[in-house]
């Protein structure tokens, strides 16, 4: 009994350490001091990738602990919001880093679990975006229902896409995404009812039982910005998002995309209706893109074509090959580390995707599998 | 009717510039059946280093000295050459070490290598992200035939063109190391029992592909007078596409599908009302329309999956 407390205790003070080192990483202002926390964070990294004592008790500690692990963790993010009260522009970053989680997770299904190279993601979050704001600008759609119908118009064209992606593979395949990704760019910028180059601005805020998200946030008696709304909206997305994946990827439906990565014809003559699995990635790809548009386009309350040019689909291709393919949880930190990182190293705002390039470059060259490693399924007896 | 005439010529002035990039990319797929995404990126580089080599030789007074006869090929077979060398390098770099590898990390790295270079050129050069002027160094004048107007200076691309294309299937029909190459593209184990030396092949195989792909960029740069960075991304999509459409890997092909896609974009720009902005949008309509219905392109062999 004093023992599992004493572990459990043990598990939260290192939780709590490494969040306090990300806080003050995010509320460090100088380009010096962020310097020296991410050399620390990659000196933890090493130390316990060399120190193999350490990290077996560590991951020991954390495999016993499951839950008051997570729980844990959970109660952090949620804290988030309080420590950055004063400084609304971190509580921005962690929005978008969310926001992008979401993307990446929806592009593992394809880039990671199918091995489907799509250069579209742009395309599916430009699409909820324009659709959920155009909803909410001209007819007052409220932000709710745009949601799910920017979702539901993504998958459509997601669809779309894959019908003539299924004749396709390899680089043609990707080469018709990236055609459709440059289509849907050029409509939006030609359209006139899309608010050609200068986009459309003035899209509302949602509001939720009364309480509009422009509006700060009441919570414990402590006023936090009104970032926060979206923060913890995004950190609800963000999880249904990791569920979502984390339960598809230990099903039948994850195990069928790695058969067909791994060997399409071999899955075929297994009976694996490929057409439809490989469908499914593309309509739930494009489903996770437009709720994600939807999110960034109340939030921002201004969208342009820019914001959904080629460039956003290979940001979030790195993101996926820098977490690691086809692992989820790696997928967030990586979609996190990229979206962080650049925001915390102004000096190199400029070279921000230059560095993207090297960075897939590196990482394809040294380490194909990405940063967290795609581990095998473990199967227990009664459990999925 | 003139009209008609007129927009052919267009047509077959774009279709040139895809026909250069296409042969590239019909070069690197026949040398290591890989597809290069950023050969659109190292066409529009090779325009680069005429604005860097031009500058040079403006400083140095060789412009004054020399008549354009003269500098204006130099520069261009300086460019060409430089180009094709850093063709080269990339390969060494960025794809060779992929050989083996799955073939997604391969199109992923150049992908990611096509932003590389995208973006050193816009951080190198001062006000990279503006639009940056070409030099003017075609004769500038035109005149008109039958009712339609011809400019000189497309006269000399398109003669350039036919020039460069011809000398490239000399080179590969009639040379040592053009057959090597062609060895090389039909079976690459073989031809290295064979004693060709591959990896010095598929380096000579890039050096072309990348060098003709320069002239295009200087085509670009020249037809519209701007020349950006990231002009190259379109570029060699749209490379790909007439690849795609000719047939991959078949350097015949690389012209047919050149100039379907170049008159598909003038005919769409000049003929349906309002369609000038929407260019890009019917010509990937067509290839898509390829892709799906003749994925092996017109003069490709249609390739049956083994297990």
Same mark, same amino acid.
């Given at each position: 009994?004093?023992?599992?407390?004493?572990?459990?205790?043990?598990?939260?003070?290192?939780?709590? !350490?490494?969040?306090?080192?990300?806080?003050?990483?995010?509320?460090?202002?100088? *380009?010096?001091?962020?310097?020296?926390?991410?050399?620390?964070?990659?000196?933890?990294?090493? !130390?316990?990738?060399?120190?193999?004592?350490?990290?077996?008790?560590?991951?020991?500690?954390?495999?016993?602990g499951k839950g008051l692990a997570r729980g844990g963790f959970?109660?952090?993010? %949620?804290?988030?919001?309080?420590?950055?009260?004063?400084?609304?522009?971190?509580?921005?970053?962690?929005?978008?880093?969310?926001?992008?989680?979401?993307?990446?997770?929806?592009?593992?299904?394809?880039?990671?679990? *199918?091995?489907?190279?799509?250069?579209?993601?742009?395309?599916?979050?430009?699409?909820?975006?324009?659709?959920?704001?155009?909803?909410?600008?001209?007819?007052?759609?409220?932000?709710?229902?745009?949601? $799910?119908?920017?979702?539901?118009?993504?998958?459509?064209?997601? @669809?779309?896409?894959?019908?003539?992606?299924?004749?396709?593979?390899?680089?043609?395949?990707?080469?018709?995404? =990236?055609?459709?990704?440059?289509?849907?760019?050029? @409509?939006?910028?030609? $359209?006139?009812?899309?608010?050609?180059?200068?986009?459309?601005?003035?899209?509302?805020?949602?509001?939720?039982?009364?309480?509009?998200?422009?509006?700060?946030?009441?919570?414990?008696?402590?006023?936090?910005?009104?970032?926060?709304?979206?923060?913890?909206?995004?950190?609800?997305?963000?999880?249904?998002? %990791?569920?979502?994946?984390?339960?598809?990827?230990?099903?039948?439906?994850?195990?069928?995309?790695?058969?067909?990565?791994?060997?399409?014809?071999?899955?075929?003559?297994?009976?694996?209706?490929?057409?439809?699995?490989?469908?499914?990635?593309?309509?739930?790809?494009?489903?996770?893109?437009?709720?994600?548009?939807?999110?960034?386009?109340?939030?921002?309350?201004?969208?342009?074509?820019?914001?959904?040019?080629?460039?956003?689909?290979?940001?979030?291709?790195?993101?996926?090959?820098?977490?690691?393919?086809?692992?989820?949880?790696?997928?967030?930190?990586?979609?996190?580390?990229?979206?962080?990182?650049?925001?915390? %190293?102004?000096?190199?705002?400029?070279?921000?995707?230059?560095?993207?390039?090297?960075?897939?470059?590196?990482?394809?060259?040294?380490?194909?599998?990405?940063?967290?490693?795609?581990?095998?399924?473990?199967?227990?007896?009664?459990?999925? | 009717?003139?009209?008609?005439?007129?927009?052919?010529?267009?047509?077959?002035? @774009?279709?040139?510039?895809?026909?250069?990039?296409?042969?590239?990319?019909?070069?690197?797929?026949?040398?290591?059946?890989?597809?290069?995404?950023?050969?659109?990126?190292?066409?529009?580089?090779?325009?680069?280093?005429?604005?860097?080599?031009?500058?040079?030789?403006?400083?140095?007074?060789?412009?004054?000295? @020399?008549?354009?006869?003269?500098?204006?090929?130099?520069?261009?077979?300086?460019?060409?050459?430089?180009?094709?060398?850093?063709?080269?390098?990339?390969?060494?770099?960025?794809?060779?070490?992929?050989?083996?590898?799955?073939?997604?990390?391969?199109?992923?790295?150049?992908?990611?290598?096509?932003? =590389?270079?995208?973006?050193?050129?816009?951080?190198?050069?001062?006000?990279?992200?503006?639009?940056?002027?070409?030099?003017?160094?075609?004769?500038?004048?035109?005149? *008109?035939?039958?009712?339609?107007?011809?400019?000189?200076?497309?006269?000399?691309?398109?003669?350039?063109? %036919?020039?460069?294309?011809?000398?490239?299937?000399?080179?590969?029909?009639?040379?040592?190391?053009?057959?090597?190459?062609?060895?090389?593209?039909?079976?690459?184990?073989?031809?290295?029992?064979?004693?060709?030396?591959?990896?010095?092949?598929?380096?000579?195989?890039? $050096?072309?592909?990348?060098?003709?792909?320069?002239?295009?960029?200087?085509?670009?740069?020249?037809?519209?007078?701007?020349?950006?960075?990231?002009?190259?991304?379109?570029?060699?999509?749209?490379g790909f596409s007439a690849a795609v459409v000719g047939g991959?890997?078949?350097?015949?092909?690389?012209?047919?599908?050149?100039?379907?896609?170049?008159?598909?974009?003038?005919?769409?720009?000049?003929?349906?009302?309002?369609?000038?902005?929407?260019?890009d949008v019917f010509a990937f309509l067509v290839v898509i329309?390829?892709?799906?219905?003749?994925?092996?392109?017109?003069?490709?062999?249609?390739?049956?999956?083994?297990?």
């Amino acid at each position: 009994m004093l023992k599992s407390i004493s572990k459990g205790l043990l598990l939260l003070a290192v939780e709590v !350490l490494f969040f306090g080192l990300f806080v003050f990483f995010m509320k460090a202002n100088q *380009t010096s001091t962020v310097v020296l926390c991410l050399l620390l964070f990659v000196g933890i990294g090493l !130390l316990f990738r060399f120190w193999k004592k350490g990290n077996e008790s560590l991951s020991c500690l954390f495999r016993e602990g499951k839950g008051l692990a997570r729980g844990g963790f959970v109660v952090m993010l %949620l804290a988030l919001p309080f420590v950055f009260r004063d400084s609304p522009y971190l509580i921005h970053i962690c929005v978008m880093a969310g926001l992008y989680a979401i993307l990446a997770l929806g592009l593992n299904f394809q880039l990671g679990s *199918t091995n489907v190279v799509n250069f579209a993601t742009a395309a599916s979050y430009g699409i909820g975006a324009y659709t959920s704001a155009l909803l909410a600008v001209h007819y007052g759609v409220s932000f709710w229902l745009g949601l $799910f119908i920017s979702g539901c118009t993504a998958s459509l064209f997601g @669809l779309i896409l894959g019908f003539p992606c299924m004749k396709t593979k390899d680089y043609y395949l990707s080469l018709v995404t =990236i055609a459709f990704g440059l289509i849907v760019y050029a @409509l939006l910028v030609n $359209f006139s009812w899309t608010g050609g180059p200068n986009g459309i601005a003035n899209i509302p805020s949602p509001s939720f039982l009364g309480h509009s998200f422009r509006d700060p946030l009441h919570v414990f008696g402590v006023e936090l910005p009104p970032q926060s709304n979206y923060f913890y909206l995004v950190f609800l997305f963000t999880a249904g998002a %990791l569920v979502v994946a984390h339960r598809l990827h230990h099903s039948r439906v994850g195990l069928t995309w790695n058969a067909i990565r791994e060997d399409e014809i071999a899955a075929r003559c297994q009976g694996i209706d490929v057409t439809w699995y490989k469908m499914l990635a593309f309509c739930i790809d494009a489903f996770f893109g437009g709720v994600t548009g939807t999110v960034y386009a109340h939030y921002i309350g201004f969208i342009s074509p820019e914001n959904f040019a080629f460039i956003v689909s290979v940001v979030v291709v790195t993101m996926v090959i820098l977490g690691g393919m086809d692992n989820v949880f790696g997928v967030i930190i990586g979609a996190i580390l990229l979206t962080i990182l650049p925001e915390k %190293l102004r000096a190199v705002e400029d070279f921000r995707l230059l560095l993207y390039g090297v960075i897939v470059v590196a990482m394809l060259m040294f380490r194909p599998q990405g940063l967290f490693p795609q581990r095998l399924r473990t199967y227990r007896k009664g459990k999925p | 009717m003139s009209e008609l005439i007129q927009q052919g010529i267009n047509a077959v002035l @774009l279709g040139c510039t895809y026909t250069l990039i296409a042969i590239g990319f019909n070069l690197f797929f026949g040398a290591l059946n890989v597809v290069h995404f950023s050969h659109g990126d190292v066409c529009i580089l090779g325009a680069f280093l005429i604005l860097i080599l031009y500058a040079l030789a403006k400083a140095l007074g060789l412009l004054v000295v @020399l008549p354009p006869w003269i500098w204006v090929p130099l520069i261009m077979v300086l460019a060409m050459v430089l180009t094709g060398l850093l063709g080269a390098f990339f390969e060494r770099v960025v794809i060779k070490p992929f050989r083996y590898a799955p073939l997604l990390m391969v199109l992923v790295a150049t992908v990611a290598l096509g932003m =590389i270079i995208r973006e050193t050129v816009r951080l190198s050069f001062p006000h990279g992200s503006n639009p940056q002027i070409f030099p003017r160094m075609l004769p500038q004048k035109s005149f *008109t035939w039958g009712g339609v107007l011809i400019r000189t200076d497309n006269l000399i691309i398109f003669g350039m063109t %036919l020039l460069l294309i011809t000398l490239m299937f000399l080179l590969i029909q009639r040379t040592k190391i053009g057959s090597a190459i062609r060895a090389v593209s039909q079976d690459g184990e073989a031809a290295m029992m064979m004693g060709i030396p591959i990896d010095r092949t598929v380096a000579a195989t890039f $050096f072309l592909g990348s060098a003709l792909g320069a002239v295009a960029g200087i085509l670009i740069g020249a037809y519209n007078n701007i020349i950006r960075f990231d002009m190259g991304l379109m570029g060699g999509v749209k490379g790909f596409s007439a690849a795609v459409v000719g047939g991959l890997g078949n350097v015949y092909g690389a012209i047919i599908g050149g100039l379907i896609l170049g008159f598909v974009e003038t005919f769409a720009a000049a003929f349906i009302p309002g369609g000038t902005p929407y260019t890009d949008v019917f010509a990937f309509l067509v290839v898509i329309f390829f892709l799906v219905f003749r994925p092996s392109g017109i003069l490709g062999e249609k390739i049956y999956e083994k297990v």
